[in-house]
């Protein structure tokens, strides 16, 4: 066992956090008082899911995926002090574009949230004559400017490094059809300037059980000694649908299109009634995770049954020692 240490990111000794219930053998543990966001936590929201969460000013904020009780998909910001109340505003993002050519909203979805370099980066699922990935920065959560989607339709789940890497800013994206997508494998694309991506590396495909379908990344990756820390999403087809676990690999830090580990066995599936019921039953959805650098803990934010949102558990050290034993 190697001592995993956690390179990237700053000590967050504010980090939410619950020990592992004793006697558990769990390498992800549920927060006992799932789900933290219940479906309407304002008049107008029908379901408050798949978000993400990043520190801020000593405190959190984020950007939330709230289906509208029109059941629009809409993109809105939040704040917290403690990373599990939030106040979330009711009105949804409204994006400053410099350039009036990407002005104009169709729909938003399944934001990530990453500092780089001197502000935040936003992605999300954007409707742009179909499924792309929206990018926007900000600074204080309250202006949000928005750059060019990054790829053509149609792709979703696009989620950056949170560094440059050999001089470039990365992403990973799964490209995707205009439905419901029964096939994707996760890619990585390179940018100079986060507006012109290219450079595309194939990252990793399907396998089988958990992840036979599609899988996708979730939360930002994290930077440890061993490599980078990425949660991601696999999908099974059952007999009622889709269901949707997640596991989570170790990519290669100089060239994070190589896997050094993945997961065979799921960490999370959907087990618990919040998970189970819901707008999409079966949905356990990894959008955002928080990282303490001093301990290795992590903190994850995921999306219920398309409709709550809950918190989960684990230390790089606990998932790493997990892939390398061949879980
Ligand atoms: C995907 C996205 C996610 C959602 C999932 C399950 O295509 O729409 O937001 O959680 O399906 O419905």
Not at 129 to 143: C, L, M, R, S, Y
Request: aromatic share 14%; hydrophobic share 40%.
């Amino acid at each position: 066992m190697s001592n995993v240490r956690v390179i990237g990111g700053a000590p967050l000794p504010n980090l939410p956090w619950e020990e592992r219930a004793q006697g558990s053998q769990e390498v992800v543990w549920r927060y006992s008082r799932n789900p933290i966001i219940p479906r309407n936590p304002f008049p107008g929201a029908n379901s408050t899911f798949n978000s993400a969460a990043v520190p801020f000013n000593g405190k959190f904020a984020g950007v939330f995926r709230c289906d509208s009780t029109a059941r629009e998909m809409q993109i809105h910001a939040g704040f917290s002090d403690d990373g599990i109340h939030w106040q979330i505003n009711p009105e949804r993002i409204r994006f400053i574009h410099e350039d009036a050519e990407i002005n104009g909203w169709e729909y938003g979805y399944d934001p990530r949230v990453v500092w780089i370099e001197d502000r935040y980066y936003i992605t999300w699922c954007n409707g742009y004559h179909g499924p792309t990935i929206g990018v926007a920065w900000t600074t204080d959560f309250k202006e949000f400017h928005q750059l060019e989607n990054a790829f053509l339709i149609f792709n979703r789940n696009g989620v950056l490094f949170p560094r440059r890497i050999n001089g470039k800013f990365m992403m990973l994206s799964r490209p995707s059809d205009n439905g419901h997508t029964p096939f994707g494998d996760i890619f990585l694309s390179q940018s100079p300037d986060m507006v012109h991506w290219g450079c595309h590396r194939h990252v990793m495909g399907c396998t089988g059980g958990w992840q036979s379908t599609k899988i996708g990344a979730g939360p930002i990756p994290i930077e440890t000694s061993e490599g980078w820390l990425l949660f991601y999403h696999g999908v099974l087809t059952s007999c009622n649908g889709f269901v949707y676990s997640f596991g989570a690999a170790l990519l290669d830090l100089d060239e994070p299109w190589k896997v050094i580990h993945r997961s065979k066995n799921f960490l999370i599936a959907p087990w618990e009634q919040y998970e189970c019921v819901g707008d999409v039953p079966n949905v356990t959805f990894p959008c955002a995770a928080l990282t303490d650098a001093a301990s290795g803990r992590i903190a994850i934010y995921y999306g219920c049954a398309d409709t709550v949102t809950g918190l989960c558990f684990t230390t790089a050290q606990a998932v790493i020692d997990h892939l390398k034993a061949g879980n």
